[in-house]
């Protein structure tokens, strides 16, 4: 059946049906990139922390560029008018298909980066956490 819940409601769905909850791909990557993390020095760890952040507010320059797409044609709407409406509709057609899978992809990448820098900056602070908790 189809749902709107989102990958983490899905995660729970499948880990209820596992009987070895371990063999699932997504807990063995995130244990994956833990341990990579535990095997770094704190120092390294931190300096790594900054450039996740640094990743996590970056990435929100793909929605603002193609978003900001509409407005540069916008000056120029009169020629462009001119030029995709000059022989018909199928430049026009051809234009429109083209930017909104432009727009559906980088929305699609910058989601995913957000989410994969998140988890990064996640793991990295629980380990961080626990060494100072420990010391």
């Known amino acids: 059946m189809f749902s709107f819940r989102g990958d983490a409601h899905k995660l729970f769905l499948t880990l209820k049906k596992l009987k070895d909850i371990h063999s699932n791909k997504d807990l063995k990557e995130a244990a994956e990139i833990k341990s990579f993390y535990e095997s770094l020095e704190s120092e390294t760890l931190r300096l790594i922390y900054y450039r996740m952040v640094k990743e996590q507010n970056g990435t929100g320059i793909i929605p603002i560029f193609v978003t900001a797409i509409p407005w540069l044609l916008f000056l120029f709407s009169d020629k462009i008018q001119d030029f995709l409406f000059k022989d018909g509709i199928l430049i026009w057609a051809i ?9 559906t992809v980088s929305a699609f990448f910058h989601f995913k980066e957000k989410a994969w820098a998140a988890l990064h900056i996640e793991i990295i602070k629980d380990v961080l956490e626990e060494r100072d908790n420990i010391s």
């Open 95 to 103: 234009f429109i298909t083209i930017y909104l899978i432009l727009l």
